[in-house]
């Protein structure tokens, strides 16, 4: 069997715990793949980056602010597009903060933002939409972990390499 070949992306589930809610993007109805549909800030990694500052680039380009990632919600394969191997992607999801919601400001790759609580999602979205999965993952995982991992994460980071390698 032939060595993969993949894209690698990433994805941010952006929280705001003071109000409980999830922001939402939609995609500018101008984009080749998926236009008009709802997303989190999504993106791909540039060669030479890490996955992590991938994630705090790409929600920079997106949001206009830094991303604080807090914890790894899990992986993802998929096709942008057609089935065929220029478009297969292996994808990180993250949970992650920011300092300032309302400092949001959208940038030409989506044309609507919504501030959402988990239930109003659940009304707004279809029902099998993979946001819902990732909320509830996140949920489930963030009640779990323990607050000294959590600020362990934060302070640390997700990248390993240069300290096990």
């Known amino acids: ?7 690698v992306g990433v994805a941010a589930l952006v929280h ?3 109000a409980g809610k999830y922001l939402l993007l939609r995609r500018s109805r101008e984009k080749d793949v998926g236009a008009g549909s709802w997303e989190c800030p999504t993106g791909r990694v540039d060669q030479g980056e890490s996955i992590e500052a991938a994630l705090v680039r790409e929600v920079w380009e997106e949001l206009g602010v830094a991303a604080r990632p807090r914890f790894i919600l899990g992986t993802t394969h998929f096709f942008r597009g057609e ?10 999801l993250y949970a992650c903060t920011i300092d300032d919601p309302a400092a949001v400001r959208i940038g030409p790759e989506h044309d609507e933002v919504r501030w959402m609580t988990r239930e109003a999602i659940a009304d707004f979205l279809p029902e099998r939409h993979w946001i819902h999965w990732v909320i509830e ?3 489930a995982m963030e009640a779990g972990m323990h607050p000294a991992l959590q600020a362990r994460l934060l302070e640390e980071g997700f990248e390993v390499t240069g300290r096990v390698m």
């Open 137 to 139: 993952r996140a949920k």
């Open 16 to 18: 705001d715990p003071a």
């Open 83 to 92: 089935v065929r191997p220029e478009n297969e992607l292996v994808s990180v």
């Open 1 to 7: 069997m032939p060595v993969g070949r993949f894209i």
